[in-house]
């Protein structure tokens, strides 16, 4: 008995050293929430959007939560961001990535292989090598979506936007980056696109160790499945000579990774390369669905297109539809950008103050609060306006002011700096070939003419482009002269 009280009380104190905490006078504003240990994580996860927009009216643009036992600085001035984005010796990347890795993919790899990874991906998906893909998700595109129309020739099909883009650039994407000529076999494709589609659900639980014991179970399932779906994949050279999926796979075999390690490796390519364009194109589809006026110029810029350089739109300037994308992004694109601080570092604000990040805490960017939603920089921010992003005279507009101030990042969906997304100039190609496919060869509309965009789900700040709670629905058909010439 005094031997439990003595152990509790120990207990207690080792409690109280570990989670006591004091601010400083060189410390952001300290906000640990009211319960224990968990601080704000209830409300992080609910809705980190909302929550960290209350501590930015509390505190500013610099504050430290509890969240999980961790200490969390959130930094919310976009004039300092380089000063994260920029710093390889007090800030790390790869920590927290391995714990993600980790936990989503069970996925453990050598800490010495990332360079060699990135410099793969850098060599297929920019530089001359792109055109190759660029073409090959052309075609893709353009045979699925022949496909999935020529089963209802006459008639409309309905079906939910988010399914009906997420489905259709998942399937082109898998076929253009894991698969290969002779493999494009539509029931392997479904399954695969089920499978992830279950797994892309459970993500975000896996991602902050929050999954019920029985989901932890169908999780375990379904990464099986898919490692199994994935295990061809790359093996063969017939999946094109010197493919991404195949030097990649050569990688993970040269650093002595198993068979398993492998398939789990490529699970988690396959969802950091078709995560976001889907939802994407689907938010994107939305707004101009729901804004006549934008659906209209990005139509009129179309027509202009002519049809020998339809199928790839390599060279085509699209000025008005790339405002459009990027009005798209600054609303749904919601990435943390996270580093763990190794060694301690001044931050210094645009207003003048000066700020310590303690060793040991995570620091964290949420563009889409700052800049994305700063109604100091974008008026009406909560608006899709698609041509905020042109000057007057149709030229792609970068010029954008805070407290008259020119920004450097005044829209960041892709993250920045050595971390930024190596697919950016696949991915704005791949949803331009969709959207210009499905608004020249379809007709299509909202089932019910006065529907709105529903509302986001707010479970999923953090990770990417965001998802719907709940479809928007549109029926679609072959455009009769499609059918004509064909
Ligand atoms: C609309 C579509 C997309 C958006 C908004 C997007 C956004 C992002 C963001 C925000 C990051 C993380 C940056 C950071 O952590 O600092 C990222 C990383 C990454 N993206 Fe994308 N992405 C998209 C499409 C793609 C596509 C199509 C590919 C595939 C080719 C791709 C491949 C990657 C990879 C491999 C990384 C990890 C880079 C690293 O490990 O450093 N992304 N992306
Ligand atoms: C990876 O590359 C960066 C520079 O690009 C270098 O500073 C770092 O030491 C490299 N890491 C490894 C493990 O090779
Ligand atoms: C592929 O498409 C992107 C986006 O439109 C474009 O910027 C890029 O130049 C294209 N790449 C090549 C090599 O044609
Ligand atoms: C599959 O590939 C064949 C040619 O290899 C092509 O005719 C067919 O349209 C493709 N199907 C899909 C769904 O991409
Ligand atoms: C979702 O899309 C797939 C094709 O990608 C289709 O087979 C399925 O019926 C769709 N589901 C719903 C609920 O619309
Ligand atoms: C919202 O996202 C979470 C996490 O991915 C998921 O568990 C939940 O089912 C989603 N809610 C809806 C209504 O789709
Ligand atoms: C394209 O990829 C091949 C490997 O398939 C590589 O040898 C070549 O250097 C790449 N080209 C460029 C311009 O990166």
Redesign the pocket.
């Known amino acids: 008995m005094i031997w439990t009280i003595i152990l509790l009380i120990q207990a207690g104190l080792l409690y109280f050293v570990l989670t006591h905490r004091k601010r400083y006078k060189t410390d952001p504003p300290l906000d640990k929430g009211v319960i224990p240990w968990l601080g704000h994580a209830f409300e992080f996860g609910k809705d980190a959007f909302k929550f960290l927009g209350r501590m930015k009216m509390k505190h500013g643009d610099i504050f430290t939560v509890r969240v999980a036992g961790r200490y969390v600085t959130v930094l919310l001035d976009p004039f300092s961001y380089d000063l994260v984005l920029n710093d390889k010796n007090c800030l790390d990347f790869s920590r927290y990535a391995a714990l993600l890795m980790d936990r989503i993919f069970q996925l453990q790899l050598p800490h010495h292989m990332q360079n060699k990874s990135k410099a793969i991906m850098k060599q297929h998906f920019l530089g001359m090598n792109l055109s190759s893909l660029n073409t090959s998700m052309g075609r893709h595109l353009h045979n699925l979506v022949k496909a999935?129309l020529s089963l209802n020739q006459k008639d409309w099909k309905e079906?939910?936007l988010f399914?009906?883009s997420y489905?259709?650039l998942f399937?082109a994407g898998y076929l253009t980056l894991f698969g290969d000529e002779q493999n494009n076999n539509s029931m392997d494709l479904?399954k695969i696109?089920k499978e992830y589609m279950k797994f892309d659900g459970l993500l975000i639980k896996l991602a902050r160790g929050t999954l019920k014991p029985e989901e932890k179970k169908l999780a375990q399932c379904v990464r099986q499945n898919l490692c199994e779906l994935l295990s061809p994949v790359g093996i063969k050279e017939d999946s094109g000579l010197g493919s991404w999926v195949h030097t990649y796979r050569r990688l993970l075999q040269d650093v002595g990774a198993d068979r398993d390690t492998q398939n789990k490796a490529l699970l988690m390519q396959l969802w950091a390369s078709q995560g976001n364009a889907g939802p994407a194109a689907f938010w994107l589809l939305g707004f101009l669905l729901t804004n006549p006026d934008a659906m209209a110029a990005v139509k009129k810029e179309f027509s202009g297109i002519s049809q020998t350089s339809d199928t790839c739109l390599l060279t085509v300037k699209t000025p008005v539809f790339d405002s459009a994308l990027e009005e798209t992004l600054r609303l749904t694109a919601a990435p943390f950008i996270t580093r763990e601080v190794v060694r301690e570092k001044t931050i210094h604000m645009a207003d003048g103050q000066e700020y310590l990040l303690r060793k040991g805490d995570r620091v964290c960017l949420f563009p889409l609060l700052s800049p994305q939603m700063d109604p100091e920089i974008h008026s009406e921010p909560q608006k899709f306006k698609h041509d905020r992003f042109l000057n007057q005279d149709g030229s792609p507009k970068m010029d954008f002011y805070k407290r008259g101030r020119k920004l450097k990042y005044y829209t960041m969906p892709w993250g920045a700096g050595t971390n930024g997304c190596v697919g950016k100039r696949l991915a704005i190609n791949t949803i331009r070939q969709f959207v210009y496919m499905v608004l020249t060869k379809c007709d299509l509309e909202l089932c019910d003419p006065n529907a709105q965009m529903p509302e986001v789900n707010t479970s999923r700040y953090g990770f990417g482009v965001l998802q719907p709670e709940g479809e928007l629905y549109i029926r679609y058909k072959l455009k009769q002269t499609m059918k004509d010439n064909e």
């Open positions: 999935e079906e939910g399914n009906f489905g259709l399937k479904s696109y």
